[in-house]
């Protein structure tokens, strides 16, 4: 499919990886390596939610490797990379839910990624169900958050069906989060995401910082850190699967993701600096 005109609105570790030798088998899911994360640099952990029929999982693989792959993953996946805001260097931590969002989640977010098809109703019905959830574990006045509507597949055939109008109202609702239309397909915003939402949850650590005095900054704060980018460890991987299998959380008709379970992100450029971590292990 092709991709329409994006818009963009606005509105107000531990230990981890385990590595084995690469599978070449795709059902198989591949050993992954144990090792530690950098605590020189600042984190910024990141959860994105959304359904099967969403896009997340394609808007989080073109981020990170620059192509893009049809396949959702059931199971989401847990990722890094080197990100630089206003001079600095952090550690973005890529939390992709394979559900909806629970207490745990709630409580380890820095900011939360909502994504929808603009091609898919109960994708678009579906962020409201989570928004709300979320709002029953977290203070989400403290939560930055961003909306995405994705358009990977729209065409003549597969017609866009959650106009402008509904999407800003969402974003609105959503305490007026900002909203991007990205396309994964030809990397359509998919940069400036990331992007924003890292500068939003800086921007947030930095006003905490002045309400409680340059005394008592906290321990995971720019102020902490001037370290630079060298210092970020870089691993490779090649390939790893992540999914084992699954359907959407939300049920409902959906596109073809949810008939192709696994999302395989095999040949990752070994360039590209990031890796799987476990959000539970420190």
Known sequence: GSCSVGRQGGGAGGQGLREGPPHTHTHLPSPVQEWTLSRSVPELKVGIVGNLSSGKSALVHRYLTGTYVQEESPEGGRFKKEIVVDGQSYLLLIRDEGGPPELQFAAWVDAVVFVFSLEDEISFQTVYNYYLRLCSYRNTSEVPMVLVGTQDAISATNPRVIDDSRARKLSNDLKRCTYYETCATYGLNVERVFQDVA????????????????????????????????????????????????????????????????????????????SFWHPHGR
């Open 199 to 274: 500068q939003k949850v800086v921007a947030l650590r930095k006003k905490q910082q002045l309400s409680i005095g340059p005394c008592k900054s906290l321990p995971n704060s720019p102020s902490h850190s001037s370290v630079s980018a060298a210092s970020v460890p870089t691993v490779h991987i090649n390939q790893v699967g992540l999914s084992r299998g699954g359907r959407s959380f939300c049920g409902g008709e959906g596109r073809v993701e949810e008939r192709l379970p696994r999302l395989a992100w095999g040949g990752m450029p070994t360039s590209a600096r990031r």
